[in-house]
């Protein structure tokens, strides 16, 4: 069981920089979400989707952006890459039926300098 | 933003020993759950907890969703160094799944 993969496990940007973070599950999960974890910080909700084709912002969405085309397929895109964006993202997922608990991925750790 | 107190944020123990953590909030939440990350992974759930007052087990670890709906704790017994990580606590409110989470309880456990 793969449950939910992300891509890469650790990347380094300059300032200014793009990129895509992948997130993929294969649960045949409706709900997906984007989490950042700072240090000594709980998880902060980026943006979360409930199904393909829909998207909405989480607490902290500014500097991101995400898109839902498939199921599976949950990409978090950074524009301009900030210093303030170094920390570790999470995608997670979970059926969307009431209090349905969420299954994390393993994490992209990300440092721009 | 919305913020879950979640305490102590470190704990140092004896291998044998028993925890407790608790979390509490301003604001009611219709379900409370506990997850365990371990270094370089992402969040696991350990407990969840759907009604007030609901006591809960899984092995060692007992958690307990307050009758007011604002707080709830998580107890370990007996505790192992595999226990070693950081436990955090989350509340849902809505349906949608969106979660609130504390800021962890960090567990080292000396053997």
């Known amino acids: 069981n793969a449950g939910v993969t992300q891509t890469p496990k650790f990347r380094i940007l300059k300032i200014g920089q793009s990129m895509t973070l992948q997130c993929a599950q294969d649960?045949?999960?409706?709900?997906m979400y984007w989490y950042r974890q700072d240090p000594g910080m709980g998880l902060k909700l980026i943006y979360y989707?409930?199904?393909?084709?829909?998207?909405d912002k989480g607490e902290v969405p500014n500097g991101y952006n995400v898109s839902r085309s498939t199921t599976e397929d949950f990409p978090l895109r950074l524009e301009l890459a900030a210093p303030s964006q170094t920390s570790v993202y999470f995608c997670?997922?979970?059926?969307?039926?009431?209090?349905?608990?969420?299954?994390f991925g393993n994490g992209t750790r990300l440092t721009v300098t | 933003g919305q913020q879950l107190n979640q305490s102590p944020q470190s704990m140092f123990i004896q291998e044998g020993e028993d925890v407790s953590m608790n979390c509490t909030s301003s604001?009611?939440?219709?379900?409370w759950l506990w997850y365990k990350q371990d270094p370089g992974e992402g969040p696991v759930l350990l407990i969840a907890?759907?009604?007030?007052?609901e006591l809960t087990s899984n092995g060692r670890l007992t958690a307990q969703f307050g009758i007011t709906r604002k707080d709830s704790f998580l107890n370990i017994s007996a505790s192992i160094p595999s226990d070693v990580g950081i436990y955090f606590c989350?509340?849902?409110?809505?349906?949608?799944?969106?979660?609130?989470f504390g800021k962890g309880t960090k567990l080292s456990v000396k053997p």
């Open positions: 989707s409930v199904g393909a084709g829909i998207t």
């Open positions: 604001s009611i939440f219709n379900t």
């Open positions: 907890l759907y009604k007030a007052g």
């Open positions: 649960m045949n999960h409706n709900y």
């Open positions: 989350a509340g849902q409110r809505g349906s949608q799944g969106n979660l609130i």
């Open positions: 997670a997922s979970s059926t969307g039926v009431f209090n349905s608990p969420l299954h």
